[in-house]
């Protein structure tokens, strides 16, 4: 009883570790999309050549891949989604790259706030160069949207682990066109609709070939499949006279 009621408990758990997957892979990129859209640092720059002023320094300047890398994340749990077996392993590994880059990319910027901001500050008083920036900058205030991106990027990288781990254990693509029945005696068997519709094609196959020969050896077809053949052929004349032949 236990090994017959085994298959019938292994695809739900196959689809719930598939699914939650692919949710992680989603809500880690999310929150590193969302992390580049907002405010990272805020620098408080000094009164030097008259320059005094706060600046806000987003995320997508502080760490300028971070919004290409959440993109890219999405699109590979859209394409995980539809993957086969092989090709999850090779996402899966492109998975941990883009989990990692977002983790180099957020903790780089956090890990020196103030030359993740050099951009932003030049581009508000046109002064460039290390030197003359830091001397403007009085501080420099980190929110805390770059641990959003770096959580993100943790999530990435334990999915990305996950869908190598739990790979074997999804749901193949062809299941969809697979219908699941039992038996008088409860053995759960799966019906392939593909296979059904090649035996209808060969069936009808087999039964033209049977025509062509008997009408190539003289004989005429009997019962039913006669009459629909005079049918048809006096439909087609009806039409040539203009008539209609439903009448």
């Known amino acids: 009883m236990s090994e017959q009621s085994e298959p019938a408990v292994e695809r739900p758990v196959s689809r719930r570790a598939k699914y939650l997957t692919l949710l992680a892979l989603v809500v880690g990129s999310g929150l590193a999309l969302l992390a580049s859209t907002q405010t990272w640092f805020t620098v408080h720059l000094t009164d030097v050549a008259e320059h005094t002023a706060t600046l806000a320094v987003p995320g997508s300047a502080a760490a300028p891949a971070l919004t290409a890398l959440s993109l890219a994340g999405l699109a590979l749990a859209a394409a995980l989604a539809i993957a086969g077996p092989a090709f999850r392993i090779v996402l899966a590994l492109l998975g941990l790259l883009l989990g990692a880059s977002v983790l180099i990319s957020s903790i ?43 959580a993100g990027g943790v999530v990435l990288v334990l999915a990305s682990a996950a869908v190598v781990v739990t790979n074997r254990l999804w749901p193949g693509s062809s299941r969809k066109y697979q219908t699941r029945f039992e038996d008088e005696d409860g053995t759960t068997l799966l019906l392939d609709h593909d296979a ?34 005079d049918t048809a052929i006096d439909s087609w004349d009806d039409l040539s006279r203009g008539e209609d032949p439903t009448r």
Do not use: H
């Not at 008083?125 to 900058?137: D, E, K, N, Q, Y």
């Not at 005429?220 to 499949?225: F, I, L, M, V």
């Open 196 to 229: 059904e519709v090649e035996d209808a094609e060969a069936a009808a196959t087999v039964s033209d070939d049977a025509e062509a020969r008997a009408a190539a050896d003289g004989e005429t077809p009997s019962g039913a499949a006669a009459i629909d053949k």
């Open 108 to 150: 780089s910027a956090l890990a020196d706030a103030l030359r993740a901001s050099t951009a932003t500050i030049t581009m508000a008083t046109g002064v460039a160069g290390s030197a003359s920036i830091a001397r403007l900058v009085d501080t420099v205030a980190a929110e805390f949207w770059p641990g959003v991106a770096v």
